[in-house]
């Protein structure tokens, strides 16, 4: 066993505790990695959502959409500190990994190269539980917590992560800042770069500059889209957002916003991604696409989307983007790369928190006050 100390989240409503645990031994195909930092982004904040129709349990509000207790955190960064028995997928004791989402390695789309939409991708990230059933880690009371959130639950000084969702990289680099490489920069970098992709020349417009937005934002820049546009509700997400390479920063409370939006690109945008999962926020960007135009949806929601079937029938299309397409033991180094060359400065996005401050940097996250604390352990 291994002794921890994690974010331990009781109750959906309840704060985090600073809590010791202890961890299983690595396994076949884990391995065990000191925490040198670990994003928040906003799909964490699932730890607070009820359950679809109110409850995962039914109708009655009370269920818990992310089971409890648990240990979250999904952009996790480190140092291999044990690797478990077998085929330890080329790493090491002394790696330094980015971590990133979890897949089967198995099924027909992770064969095809396509791990983010693997078959099991909700039961082996979103479920926060090892596939066998068996907890991995322990309360002082000797009770279990779920500690396999996105193949890491890394808001904790060590983690148990697979050798698929780890990714070495050089050790000469700010290992504590690298975190985000594993899902929020890749999200949005992914989606321009992978997904889409864009070309040179093509409109985009990208609807909440937030880590993921802003990320997206730096690589439209780098392809030379044309024009980048960013819609956000902050002053100051606006600006960086023009600092960072948009043309455009426009309001997103900005009751004449799809007028804005076609005043700057007559005939429509060849992109539009929305980070938001706003029902209303998702209708304006695919009314904002040109015909046979591509709306990318990355943003964590419940709600329905509701529209206008003539957009459809013209042409457009709508499609969901998980990790941007991304696979990411090539796109982590090759994002990298484009960082070290004052491409993709991901890093003027970052807040740095102890761990013992999560509070502070949830309640950052939620008002937008910062776009991407990193908690250090």
């Known amino acids: 066993m291994v002794a921890a100390t994690a974010a331990v989240l009781r109750a959906r409503d309840a704060p985090y505790l600073l809590e010791p645990l ?15 930092g670990a994003g928040m982004c906003h799909t964490d904040l699932l730890g607070r959502a009820p359950g679809r129709d109110g409850g995962a349990h039914g109708r009655d509000g009370g269920g818990d959409r992310v089971p409890k207790p648990v240990v979250l955190g999904h952009e996790g960064a480190g140092v291999v500190e044990a ?18 989402y979890d897949s089967c390695g198995l099924c027909g789309n992770c064969r095809d190269g396509r791990p983010a939409y693997c078959a099991r991708m909700a039961l082996l990230n979103m479920a926060a539980v090892v596939p066998d059933g068996r907890p991995r880690a322990f309360d002082q009371a000797g009770s279990p917590v779920h500690n396999r959130w996105f193949g890491q639950s890394s808001f904790a000084t060590h983690a148990l992560a697979t050798v698929r969702n780890a990714v070495k990289v050089d050790p000469d680099l700010p290992i504590e800042l690298l975190g985000p490489l594993g899902c929020g920069i890749q999200t949005g970098a992914g989606s321009v770069l992978l997904a889409f992709p864009v070309r040179p020349g093509e409109s985009i417009a990208v609807f909440g500059a937030g880590a993921v937005g802003l990320s997206a934002v730096m690589a439209a820049r780098l392809v030379g889209a044309d024009p980048v546009v960013a819609v956000d509700l ?13 043309a455009h920063a426009l309001d997103g409370a900005d009751p004449d916003l799809p007028a804005r939006l076609r005043a700057l690109v007559p005939d429509g945008f060849h992109y539009a991604l929305d980070t938001t999962a706003r029902p209303s926020v998702v209708a304006t960007a695919v009314a904002a696409l040109r015909t046979t135009g591509v709306c990318g949806l990355v943003g964590v929601g419940g709600q329905e989307y509701r529209l206008d079937p003539t957009h459809m029938l013209m042409g457009r299309t709508v499609r969901g983007i998980i990790e941007g397409d991304a696979v990411p033991q090539t796109f982590v180094p090759r ?43």
């Open 234 to 246: 902050h002053a100051s997400r606006r600006e960086l957002a023009l600092d960072l390479g948009a």
């Open 22 to 36: 202890e961890l299983a031994d690595p396994g076949p195909g884990e391995v065990l990695v000191r925490i040198a």
């Open 83 to 100: 690797v478990g028995p077998g085929e330890g997928g080329g790493l090491a004791v002394g790696d330094h990994v980015v971590l990133s």
């Open 335 to 377: 994002m990298i790369d484009l960082w070290r060359r004052g491409l993709l400065p991901f890093d003027r996005l970052i807040r740095t928190y102890p761990l013992a401050d999560i509070a502070r940097a949830e309640a950052d996250t939620m008002s937008g006050t910062t776009v991407k604390p990193v908690l250090l352990p």
